[in-house]
């Protein structure tokens, strides 16, 4: 099943792809207060109630986040762990890649170069 969806939130857009059994975030813009995740996380909780639990953050076009985007792949993937899922990241480029980096992030994070490693990575 592959369903598209186009959000926009205040500084963040989103698009979602279901690959079964794995879905597939692509976020845009950047995260940098609470209003920028709520709608995004609303919709990965959800889909996570539905066991989409394996899940792929594609930041390609991620320009800018803080501490309270970082606390939101947290949430996300303390929550799809706990449901026998995952969460991988691809893509991930400037400023974001460099915050990954300095907090360490891309140590605790599986992360590919590209969206179709990100999913084969559940295969």
Same mark, same amino acid.
Request: net charge negative; with cysteine.
């Given at each position: 099943?592959?369903? !598209?969806? !186009?959000?926009?939130?205040?500084?963040?857009? +989103?698009?979602?792809?279901?690959?079964?059994?794995?879905?597939?975030?692509?976020?845009?813009?950047?995260?940098? *207060?609470?209003?920028?995740?709520?709608?995004?996380?609303?919709?990965?909780?959800?889909?996570?109630?539905?066991?989409?639990?394996?899940?792929? +953050?594609?930041?390609?076009?991620?320009?800018?986040?803080? *501490?309270?985007?970082?606390?939101?792949?947290?949430?996300?993937?303390? !929550? #799809?762990?706990?449901?026998?899922?995952?969460?991988?990241?691809?893509?991930?480029?400037?400023?974001?890649?460099?915050?990954?980096?300095? *907090? !360490?992030?891309?140590?605790?994070?599986?992360?590919? #170069?590209?969206?179709?490693?990100?999913?084969?990575?559940?295969?």
């Amino acid at each position: 099943m592959v369903l !598209k969806e !186009k959000r926009t939130d205040l500084n963040i857009q +989103f698009d979602i792809d279901i690959k079964d059994p794995v879905i597939v975030y692509r976020l845009m813009g950047k995260i940098t *207060s609470e209003l920028d995740y709520e709608a995004i996380e609303k919709e990965v909780f959800n889909h996570l109630n539905q066991n989409y639990f394996r899940i792929v +953050f594609n930041l390609d076009e991620l320009t800018h986040t803080n *501490s309270m985007g970082i606390g939101f792949f947290m949430r996300t993937l303390t !929550k #799809s762990r706990i449901m026998g899922g995952e969460l991988v990241l691809c893509n991930i480029k400037g400023n974001v890649e460099k915050i990954f980096k300095i *907090s !360490k992030l891309d140590e605790i994070y599986t992360i590919y #170069s590209d969206q179709t490693e990100a999913i084969n990575h559940f295969k």
